[in-house]
């Protein structure tokens, strides 16, 4: 099994130490090639408007959508997320579509307005890092919302093979979300 992480921009190498301190191989996707051979893939956060004009001009995106619609598993944190998204508040970036919610960019401020909460996770407390962070501002349905903000707003949400968190659990020594998503991968 191997996990892919979108590295064209962003906190990729994040969520790679907190793979490999779950002894998970990884590989770095910069290409098609190298997309190609993983089982699932993680979109970091980061840049959304940069990422997105980095995976068209890659033609990773035609790749991501295709694949999702066969079930495999896709996890977007903070930009990722909004990238992951059927519909983006603000005109860009162009969002994959590849889960039913909507997303506002940097709802929660600037850099410097970052915060930590404790968000409930699976049964637990979890230290949840929002950094221009966005906001899931609805959702559809078919998603299953797994964690909420202390005013009841989704931060974790999932459907079927995609799975999103608006905060970086990869700046946290907590690997449960990291572990969750190597699950949804061997269980694809």
Avoid at 168 to 175: C, K, N, R, S, Y
């Amino acid at each position: 099994m191997k996990i892919g992480i979108l590295a064209l921009q962003g906190d990729f190498h994040e969520h790679q130490n907190c793979f490999n301190k779950l002894n998970v191989e990884t590989q770095l996707v910069k290409s098609l090639s190298e997309f190609e051979n993983c089982d699932s893939l993680v979109i970091p956060g980061g840049e959304s408007t940069a990422i997105s004009k980095l995976l068209i001009s890659t033609k990773i995106d035609k790749a991501i959508i295709e694949k999702a619609s066969e079930g495999f598993p896709i996890w977007g944190t903070c930009a990722g997320l909004i990238l992951i998204s059927n519909q983006i508040i603000e005109k860009d970036p162009v969002p994959l579509k590849l889960i039913n919610i909507t997303t506002s960019r940097n709802f929660y401020g600037r850099q410097i307005d970052s915060f930590v909460e404790k968000i409930h996770f699976e049964d637990a407390n979890f230290e949840a890092i929002f950094i221009r962070a966005p906001k899931i501002v609805s959702t559809e349905r078919d998603i299953e919302v797994l964690s909420s903000t202390h005013d009841g707003t989704p931060v974790a949400v999932k459907s079927k093979n995609i799975f999103g968190t608006s905060f970086h659990p990869e700046l946290t020594d907590d690997l449960r979300i990291h572990k969750m998503f190597v699950d949804m991968t061997k269980n694809k």
